[in-house]
């Protein structure tokens, strides 16, 4: 496979290949070994015309780790900013040598536009596009539940994951629903209805509004940032409110089994969707999500670019 743009492209296996790498890398960044010298040779360009802290720096660090060359290239302060189409940018990309591009962008189907339009002949790997997808936080959130609730299989059978809050702009649940069902396991959304798109009943998935009862029945809660920046209605009535009903706290974190992971993309809005306190709890895997991130995204790397070289 050349682009990684959305989760649907994956096979099972192909998924859990990824999976499987990314485990392997974690062994070898935990016995010492910074730096590897795979793509030594190879240039690495990430493209953000959208804010981005974690997965910029993290794509970063996977890219530099596996000896990539790597150029970032963030829309402010480019001419992104002044207007220059995708395809004009990916042409200065070619020019550049770019052997992968890592996308960020505000449009949902950005990266299948820059895969698409053949301007590059490097990999398109889609670092979260619009409300669409992010592949690559899927599969890191899923690497964080293999480490600590699977056997060697990796398979997700049998475990039940909610996502909680901002389903409707959230790109990390449409990946992660997509992943989790494909890995076997149950996914329940949990929200209110206005945060809810229409479409759910096609993502073989439950629904409720209720997070107190869905609490004691998970293995993993997923919070999601409530995206003000993608809102131009209300969708709730007050910030209290939905703390209140949809927000996690240390009350309800203890409605869940003992093994249950809280779980957060970041960047958390502490004391909206999750309190303080249980972000920095022993249930929380919040920082260690981060730490994942990397050895993930340098599976990815690996996979992607070898893999484009094999065609
Ligand atoms: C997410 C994103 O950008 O979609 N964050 C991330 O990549 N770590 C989630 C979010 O912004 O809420």
Not at 15 to 35: M, P, Y
Not at 45 to 62: G, K, M, Q, Y
Not at 109 to 129: E, K, P, T
Not at 184 to 208: D, H, K, M, N, Y
Request: aromatic share 4%; hydrophobic share 45%; charged share 20%.
């Amino acid at each position: 496979m050349r682009h990684l743009l959305s989760i649907s492209d994956l096979s099972r296996d192909f998924a859990l290949e990824i999976l499987s790498t990314a485990h392997e890398l974690s062994r070898v960044s935990e016995n010492g070994t910074k730096k590897l010298p795979t793509l030594r040779g190879k240039t690495v360009v990430n493209l953000f015309a959208e804010d981005s802290t974690r997965t910029r720096i993290s794509f970063e660090a996977a890219a530099k780790r596996l000896s990539a060359d790597v150029i970032n290239f963030s829309a402010k302060g480019s001419s992104v900013s002044k207007g220059e189409s995708l395809k004009d940018t990916a042409q200065t990309l070619q020019a550049l040598g770019a052997d992968a591009v890592i996308l960020r962008h505000p449009a949902s189907g950005a990266a299948h536009r820059l895969a698409q339009g053949r301007w590059i002949s490097g990999s398109v790997i889609n670092a979260g596009d619009g409300t669409h997808e992010h592949p690559s936080q899927a599969l890191l959130d899923a690497f964080t539940i293999q480490r600590h609730l699977c056997d060697s299989k990796g398979d997700l059978a049998g475990l039940h994951i909610a996502i909680v809050g901002d389903i409707l702009h959230s790109r990390v649940a449409r990946s992660n629903i997509l992943l989790l069902k494909k890995l076997g396991a149950t996914v329940t959304l949990v929200a209110p209805p206005t945060l809810i798109p229409f479409a759910w009943q096609s993502w073989g998935v439950e629904v409720s509004h209720d997070l107190d009862a869905v609490l004691p029945t998970v293995d993993a809660v997923i919070m999601l940032r409530i995206q003000k920046e993608r809102m131009s209605d209300l969708y709730f009535p007050s910030s209290r409110e939905y703390s209140a009903l949809f927000g996690i706290n240390a009350e309800r974190a203890s409605l869940m089994k003992s093994h249950a992971l809280v779980m957060h993309p970041g960047p958390m809005n502490r004391g909206l969707e999750i309190t303080a306190e249980v972000a920095d709890s022993s249930a929380s895997v919040v920082v260690e999500q981060v730490a994942n991130g990397v050895s993930v995204r340098m599976a990815i790397l690996y996979l992607f670019i070898a893999g484009n070289q094999e065609d």
